[in-house]
């Protein structure tokens, strides 16, 4: 009685206050067994009632009163004496008691039991392994020799033969069932309902074993002989290599110590523990100088992976920081729920006192299991399916305000992969970004578990296919949290001791030396350059495939690596070198289409830094082209991606770039490059504004300093601070910077627009007139027509001098004469419109049938 008093109150509960309580303190979860286990056996009950009943009727004790049958027998036929047609009576077609029992007999009952005596060992069995769940039972042997157990798993297998079965009798149902009612017999509708009722009783039994084999038993791994058997994923290969014994088996050990246990090496044997040797970093005098020691062992027996490097990141790559091997080696992910460890180093407690980090919840014991197995059969689009809409609902639902579970919790489930659990440790930290605000050592942690990661892609031989949004969201991810630890790293003022101490003793962690390195590393092993080449000479295919390798190679490095050019951009503009930022993204054809365009998040930060690139550098044309088309893109596809966890992301980007825009025609006023739909959202967005920008006033400044401030990125300053001298903050510093360079070039740009005004009203005008017009001499007007010249020509990345003005002119002698830039027709757009009009007609008039 207890558990249903608590079962009557938490139905009362709020929402939130349910949801706040652990799984096992829900009555529900508690009742939902014995009260399936009741109305299972009920149904059972019925069935065998229903399969009696119809029995009785068949074989009566007494013939002529079969139970149940009304006594209303068959009215005789009346013969036609003159000999009339038979088929004219009503009656002809009925049949007698005793020819309906036999066609239940021998037309309904025997094969229906025929087909149930094959499937009710399925149904026992799934009934049991559903019971038994998460414990894996040995009922799963019965279909341990099935096809689909030793590629799917046996619990999917028995579930999946359920639900057909369940579809089997559902049809029996329909079909037999209603053959009865046209008998016509008194002993018609009882035996139609007895085999109705049993049949949908069995369908009711089947299908409940199916749907509860899927959610109650999904956390059951296979085990059997054919379970065991890796069937897709080697993340990690050894090469092939000729060694000897012993320096193979020192490797070998050097490699799992190193690595740690995984079912993606072939390595499973007992080995000698007596020796061990672990690689480590030594931190040389100069504190960027890191050596790998022991990095031989890394790499497994390939140990070419150095030479494929180049030399320069070789020497500065960066790896864990020294003081995170003494508490990283040791287990695979630290403890989240230590708080005498946080407290120790000067850190709050977890963020809610009610997190428990060991407790796993069943949906999460489901979404690691099923998340591992897709990445071991390389099923992509079940991955992409499970990272992008399950791993969101369930932190929506369970982890809302918590992290989620450690990975020393859940590493148990997964065979305690190395390769996962780095995996699940960067979704784990990336959730921790979005929802909670990560402590200092967490950051630190974070900044490890991406150094392992990225160390296992560049030195190891990875075999295992990704989605493109989740390895976008690593590089993305990554760069966002180097931006907000320079951030958060460079508001000394109010920092505790205990903070400055980690900070200190932690001076490698998120090093820009460290993340641009990383980033390099990436694009020079992934060969992306080369692979972007040979494709525009027809060799190799990286766009037409998405990224993907449908050879059964991988296409982790080479994502990572084409991404990373993304990366490398975002962050040279963080640090305001656009130069570097836009040489990075040259192998990129950004006028094409190409796997950055694929995903939203990808796409919009590309062309957002590109532009912001672009309009720094006064290459306002190009920023003004690749605005438009983003904007116009985001204007057709936004309602696409309403339900995306990066919505509010996508919409604040977009009015960023409106603002960006308006800047950028305000200072180069090329409207005929901007299509009608962006300008008339532009104009309602920002038409009184760009008005008022162009009067060069001190409200006109006001406004640029807004809009730069409200659109542009977080700029960081990488350099640690000065421990030695007072603290204070100094994050805004980049900022203050980069806009006092703007304003700086907006104010030399104060009287161009006094001289784009005369030259659209004239053709030709002499340098006297315009000095006239302008109340200046003509020296000045010189030194103003060359600043002009000066602000509308930039320098593109291939070093030529490209115009951005919309209105040019030349002096000869003394006169000025005007050249309006007049822009390309492009004839492309229209034939190709005309193309698919002249399709759609062609279409039409095939469908006209001529008579």
């Known amino acids: 009685m207890a558990i249903i008093g608590d079962a009557l109150r938490q139905a009362f509960m709020q929402k939130h206050e349910y949801e706040s309580l652990r799984e096992e303190d829900r009555a529900w979860g508690k009742l939902q067994r014995p009260l399936l286990m009741a109305f299972m056996a009920a149904v059972c009950l019925v069935f065998l009632i229903c399969t009696i009943i119809s029995l009785n009727i068949v074989f009566p004790r007494n013939v002529a009163n079969r139970p149940f049958c009304s006594d209303r027998r068959l009215q005789p036929l009346s013969v036609d004496v003159n000999g009339g047609d038979p088929d004219l009576f009503p009656g002809a077609f009925y049949l007698t008691d005793q020819e309906t029992v036999d066609y239940y007999w021998m037309v309904v009952f025997i094969p229906s039991m025929i087909i149930f005596s094959v499937t009710v060992v399925y149904l026992i069995a799934g009934i049991i392994v559903a019971y038994s769940a998460p414990t894996r039972h040995g009922c799963l042997k019965v279909v341990e020799n099935n096809y689909c157990a030793s590629k799917r798993g046996g619990v999917r297998c028995l579930s999946i033969l359920n639900a057909v079965f369940a579809v089997v009798f559902g049809l029996l149902a329909l079909f037999l069932g ?452 983003i904007l116009l893109y985001i204007y057709k596809t936004k309602q696409y991606h309403q339900k995306s966890p990066q919505y509010e992301q996508i919409l604040k980007k977009n009015e960023q770039m409106y603002a960006l825009l308006a800047i950028c025609l305000s200072l180069c006023p090329q409207v005929k490059l901007v299509e009608e739909t962006v300008n008339s959202q532009l104009r309602e967005k920002y038409g009184e504004k760009m008005i008022r920008m162009q009067r060069y006033d001190d409200e006109a400044f006001a406004i640029y300093d807004e809009l730069f401030s409200y659109a542009c990125p977080k700029f960081i300053t990488p350099s640690p601070p000065s421990f030695e001298e007072p603290l204070v903050n100094y994050n805004q510093d980049a900022y203050r910077l980069q806009l006092k360079l703007f304003l700086y070039e907006v104010k030399q740009q104060q009287l161009l627009s006094g001289v784009r005004t005369f030259l659209k009203v004239y053709s030709t005008i002499s340098l006297g007139k315009l000095a006239n017009y302008m109340e200046v001499d003509e020296p000045t007007l010189r030194t103003i027509l060359m600043t002009y010249k000066h602000k509308t020509h930039a320098v593109d990345s291939d070093g030529k001098i490209i115009s951005n003005a919309d209105v040019d002119f030349y002096i000869d002698d003394d006169m000025i004469v005007v050249v309006e830039s007049k822009p390309t027709k492009q004839y492309g757009d229209y034939f190709l419109r005309q193309i698919a009009k002249l399709e759609g007609v062609i279409n039409d008039m095939d469908r006209i049938k001529l008579e």
């Open 178 to 629: 209603s053959s009865l009612l046209t008998l016509g017999s008194s002993c018609s509708v009882p035996l139609f309902w007895c085999y109705e009722v049993a049949s949908w009783g069995l369908v009711t039994l089947y299908g409940g074993t199916a749907f509860f084999l899927r959610r109650k038993a999904a956390v059951i791994l296979d085990e059997g002989d054919f379970g065991g058997r890796n069937m897709g994923l080697e993340m990690l290969e050894a090469g092939d290599l000729e060694v000897t014994p012993e320096v193979e088996r020192r490797v070998n050990e050097g490699f799992r110590t190193w690595m740690g246990s995984s079912l993606l090496s072939s390595d499973e044997e007992d080995d000698p523990d007596n020796y061990q040797e672990v690689p480590h970093l030594t931190l040389n005098e100069n504190a960027n100088d890191w050596t790998w020691d022991g990095m031989w062992l890394a790499c497994g027996a390939n140990s070419n992976f150095i030479a494929d490097l180049p030399q320069n990141l070789i020497s500065t790559l960066p790896g864990r920081t020294m003081a995170a091997y003494e508490y990283d080696d040791a287990v695979v992910g630290y403890d989240e729920s230590s708080a005498t460890h946080r407290q120790s180093a000067g850190e709050p407690p977890a963020q809610d006192l009610g997190y428990d980090p060991n407790f796993v919840p069943d949906s999460v014991k489901s979404f690691v299991v099923h998340l591992y197995r897709h990445i071991r059969e390389k099923n992509v689009y079940e991955i992409h399916q499970m990272y992008e809409t399950s791993f969101q609902t369930l932190s929506e639902r369970l982890f809302k305000d918590t992290p989620w579970p450690s990975v020393d919790a859940v590493a148990n489930y997964v065979d305690n992969d190395h390769v996962f659990c780095l995996l699940y440790r960067e979704m784990w930290f990336r959730h921790l970004y979005a929802r909670l605000s990560p402590t200092l050592k967490q950051r630190i942690d974070s900044w490890d578990n991406y150094c392992s990661l990225f160390q296992v892609v560049l030195h190891g031989v990875v075999n295992m296919q990704l989605p493109n949004q989740w390895l976008w969201d690593m590089v993305d991810e990554f760069v966002y949290q180097f931006q907000s630890f320079c951030q958060y790293r460079a508001k000394m003022k109010n920092k505790t001791e205990q903070e400055i101490a980690l900070l200190r003793q932690y001076d490698q962690a998120w090093n820009v030396y460290g993340v641009l390195n990383y980033l390099e590393a990436l694009v020079e092993k992934s060969m992306i350059n080369q692979i972007l080449e040979n494709e525009k000479e027809g060799l190799e295919q990286f766009t037409a495939t998405d990224g993907y390798d449908y050879n059964g190679g991988s296409n982790v490095l080479k994502v990572l690596g084409y991404f990373s050019m993304v990366g490398l951009l975002r962050v040279h503009c963080l640090l305001g070198d656009y130069h570097s930022g836009l040489k990075c993204l040259l192998p990129i054809d950004i006028s094409q289409q190409g796997v950055y365009t694929i995903v939203i998040g990808s796409h919009i930060t590309t062309i957002y830094h590109f532009g912001f690139a672009n309009l720094m550098l006064r290459r306002y044309v190009d920023a003004i082209r690749e605005f438009n088309k």
